[in-house]
């Protein structure tokens, strides 16, 4: 499974390629969907993660940090 730090580096990676194809690189949406990152508030009845507004924030900060258009995904 990646982790955030891992998918950050990937979005770092792929920024340059995702803004030539206009859309998130394929490998980039991979891993973020391999890390959980578009669950993050689903609650745990529903089989998710259940994470914090605060938790979910911070996530998407240090996705920004590494590429802003990965972050506003």
Known sequence: MTDL?????IAARSAA????????HLDLV?????????????PPDYG??????ADG????IALGRA???TGWC
């Open 57 to 60: 924030i911070e996530h998407i």
């Open 17 to 24: 390629e995702s803004e030539r194809l206009g859309h998130l």
């Open 30 to 42: 991979t891993a973020l969907i391999d890390a959980g990152l578009f669950r993050l508030w689903v």
């Open 48 to 53: 998710g993660p259940g994470a914090t507004i």
């Open 5 to 9: 730090a891992t998918a950050a580096s």
């Open 67 to 69: 590429d802003g258009a």
